[in-house]
């Protein structure tokens, strides 16, 4: 999709202030161009993104890269895959038998590419990277800790080792909300976004959230590089008004310390808009030629804060699908301009009446794989186009904590998808964390998208004798 002249020249203006040029020089003999025929290392790597120790089990969700591997692939993890869980992998659900390696344990358990760096995992990287002619490593997200291993990866083989991702200067562009805002305005122009302020103290933020508070009925505050809305906070407007400053000031104060902010760091004072649908866009960015547009998803999002635990098709008219398409192309190419390469969502919110008068507007980029893309790729890949009605979501059941994963597969039975029989309904990934804490993800496949959700909300728990 062509670049209009005046949205080039703001580009072009947001890239030298960024001094971009200059930022992306240490990582172009890594970026990767074109697919070389190399053996891949798939990476679910977290360990960048702030507050994640709200999320039950997340050290486990690294084995979310076992999903995007293939044969002569490799996938590494800090920990161990519960048993039984590749055998159903590559039986079940044809995913190619890849080379498991164990990364490192560092104190930080999410830092799977980190411990990559030790000697035996580095040293078997190595030898692969030899035997093949070169490696390609293909990161959750683009992390400088990537970038470092692929650089020393290199320098050990001397062989090309690239990149499938943005560098860390326009991973952070993405995935900053403030940043991405930027890129969104200097594309679409204004209104494409919630009226939302910056600002990097607490009496300013507190002086933005009561402004807002007099134009909206909710309002709140979002850390810049947080995900899965845990770095927000959502406040009713009444109770910003009927606040004392100090008493505001105070409330911002203690979100900003349970967040572990640093100080002097951006923060967004956002106003926060009654949706009808929250949809994202879901986009693969290549390094040259058109953007893809991969689905249009609507999210399954919980509390006030709007938490994400699962996502379905959209079901949305055809006019709101069309005005979301167009809009997240644009951007994407405006992110592509910039050096973006890889997987990429946009979050959205659909506001006034999807089958007349509506507004579009993005609140945020996913500038990684994540909850909708993952599942979205594995049902392309297990079940092929075109793709079915189905429904896939986090699940947390008390009931099954102590329970291993082979006595879920045999409590499921039939249900299970069984990709030679092409029979069940249920496809299950992020399963580490099921014996700990009762959760796992579970795509649900049905002959209509009422039937898919039925089968999470409902039949699941009663098949599992939970309800």
Known sequence: MPIPDPVADRLAALSRRLDLTGALRPYEAERWTRSDDAPTLHLDDVSDIPFLVDIAGVEEYQHRARLRCGDGDLFATVTTPPPGYERYCRDCLGLGAPTHLRSHPERNLLAVTAGCGHQEPFGRLVDVARAAGGLEIHPYMGIEAVWTLARTLAAGSRLPVR???????????????????????????????????????????????????????????????????????????PMVHGADPPALRAEVEAFLRRTGWPEGEAVVAVAWEDAVSSPSTQLWIPPTGPPRLDGIYEQILRGPEQVFVGARPSTLPPAVHRALAGAALRVAASLQRLGYVG?????????????????????????????????????????????????????????????????????????????????????????????????????????????????????????????
């Open 163 to 237: 990149v499938l991702a943005p560098p860390p200067p326009v991973t952070w562009i993405a995935n900053d909300k403030a940043l991405f805002a930027e890129v969104v305005e200097a594309t679409l122009g204004a209104g494409w976004m919630p009226e939302a302020r910056t600002a990097t103290t607490v009496a300013s933020l507190a002086d933005h959230l009561a402004d807002l508070s007099s134009r909206y009925r909710r309002v709140g505050l979002k850390r810049t590089r947080c995900a899965s809305a845990m770095g927000n906070l959502v406040l009713p407007s």
């Open 343 to 467: 997987r990429c969502s946009f979050d959205h919110l659909v506001l006034g009446d999807p089958d007349g008068e509506f507004t579009v507007r993005f609140t945020e980029c996913n500038g990684r794989w994540g909850g909708t893309s993952a599942p979205m790729h594995l049902v392309d890949r297990v079940l092929g186009a075109p793709r079915p009605p189905y429904r896939s979501q986090d699940v947390v059941f008390p009931g099954l904590v102590g329970m291993a994963f082979e006595e879920l597969v045999t409590a499921l039975g039939p249900e299970l998808y069984d990709r030679r029989a092409g029979t069940g309904r249920y496809l299950l990934f992020n399963v580490g964390p099921l014996r700990r804490h009762g959760k796992l993800a579970v795509i649900a496949l049905g002959g209509s998208q009422q039937e898919a959700d039925a089968a999470v909300e409902h039949d699941l728990p009663r098949r599992l004798g939970l309800s």
